[in-house]
Nanobody
Framework: QVQLVESGGGLVQAGGSLRLSCAAS????????MAWFRQAPGKGRDFVSV????????WYADSVKGRFTISRDNAKNTVTLQMNSLKPEDTAVYYC?????????????????WGQGTQVTVSS
């Protein structure tokens, strides 16, 4: 089993920044991809960003490209999402996820372990 704990969510004004962190424990591997997804009220779970096990490959949803940055620290089993220039449409519950393999995927179906989520609210 893998346990994921997110932190760093909160309320921020438009244009502000937040930094989300996710700590993994249990039977995880530094080879596995780690990702962030988000879910707004009444909507599905959308891909935000993913990072490969080595940290070399990173992918972003078009809606956050240029504003969000994903990184990971394999020594600490953590993944971080730096979110800048936040917009009201970024408001959602943000979930950290660990893949089932080294495959870098943007589909939530390829992720077997999820955190409990952290709320991000951006006011206009």
């Amino acid at each position: 089993q893998v346990q994921l704990v997110e932190s760093g969510g909160g309320l921020v004004q438009a244009g502000g920044s937040l930094r989300l962190s996710c700590a993994a424990s249990g039977r995880t591997s530094s080879n596995f991809a780690m990702a962030w997804f988000r879910q707004a009220p009444g909507k599905g779970r959308d891909f935000v960003s993913v990072i490969s096990g080595s940290g070399v490959s990173k992918w972003y949803a078009d809606s956050v490209k240029g504003r969000f940055t994903i990184s990971r620290d394999n020594a600490k089993n953590t993944v971080t999402l730096q979110m800048n220039s936040l917009k009201p449409e970024d408001t959602a519950v943000y979930y950290c996820a660990v893949g089932r393999s080294a495959y870098v995927s943007t589909s939530y179906q390829d992720y077997g372990y999820w955190g409990q989520g952290t709320q991000v609210t951006v006011s206009s």
